[in-house]
Antibody, heavy 120, light 107 residues
Framework: EVQLVQSGAEVKKPGESLKISCKGSGYSFTSYWIGWVRQIPGKGLDWMGIIYPGDSDTRYSPSFQGQVTISADNSINTAYLQWSTLEASDSAMFYC?????????????WGQGTLVTVSS | DIQMTQSPSSLSASVGDRVTITCQASQGISKYLNWYQQIPGKPPKLLISDVSNLKTGVPSRFSGSGSGTYFTFTISSLQPEDIATYYCQQYDNIPHSFGQGTKLEIK
């Protein structure tokens, strides 16, 4: 069974750093893209970026380029989304999702989400 | 970036009604269009890929059509469990942008 399991909710202060995770199982982790999607509470879905763990090819939305870093550790089948300096506006739910194709296509399996709250 | 415009943003319908949501891309995206359903408190669920490819296990009352810049998503007979927000998404270009969502409610 394909599963993406994300790390737990986080409460951070502005200026702090953060790295959240997404562990894949039940499939070949290096053969599929992992994408990250932001959802501010009560709002829509914002596509952030995508990584192909097989060769670490990473693409970002211009809206998030330079604001976050996407990475992966194939030895533990885990993808990451990290911030070096959090702001209150980074508060949101973040989902990882699996995708296929040459640069991603449909996103067929999703993690349960990680809620990030940034508040002083 | 390709902008995806969904219409309407919200919709109230009765059980058994036929419901249609439209999605317009700011430029041609060929067949690279997906539809997702999101129930509150849950992650999105893929319903349809590549305009009209119904995913395994998704009821046949859901369907999609279109090409180029204009796409439609239809529920042929609305059921109570279909109450959710629906999103289109293009994957022709990075970023794989979503529409703003259509919130579907029961009348």
């Amino acid at each position: 069974e394909v599963q993406l399991v994300q790390s737990g909710a986080e409460v951070k202060k502005p200026g702090e750093s953060l790295k959240i995770s997404c562990k894949g199982s039940g499939y070949s982790f290096t053969s599929y893209w992992i994408g990250w999607v932001r959802q501010i509470p009560g709002k829509g879905l914002d596509w952030m970026g995508i990584i192909y763990p097989g060769d670490s090819d990473t693409r970002y939305s211009p809206s998030f380029q330079g604001q976050v870093t996407i990475s992966a550790d194939n030895s533990i089948n885990t993808a990451y989304l990290q911030w070096s300096t959090l702001e209150a506006s980074d508060s949101a739910m973040f989902y990882c999702a699996r995708s296929t194709g040459s640069s991603g296509s449909y996103y067929d399996y999703w993690g349960q989400g990680t809620l990030v709250t940034v508040s002083s | 970036d390709i902008q995806m415009t969904q219409s309407p943003s919200s919709l109230s319908a009765s059980v058994g009604d036929r419901v249609t949501i439209t999605c317009q891309a700011s430029q041609g995206i060929s067949k690279y269009l997906n539809w997702y359903q999101q129930i509150p408190g849950k992650p999105p669920k893929l319903l349809i890929s590549d305009v009209s490819n119904l995913k395994t296990g998704v009821p046949s009352r859901f369907s999609g059509s279109g090409s180029g810049t204009y796409f439609t998503f239809t529920i042929s007979s609305l059921q109570p469990e279909d109450i959710a927000t629906y999103y289109c998404q293009q994957y022709d270009n990075i970023p794989h942008s979503f529409g703003q969502g259509t919130k579907l409610e029961i009348k």
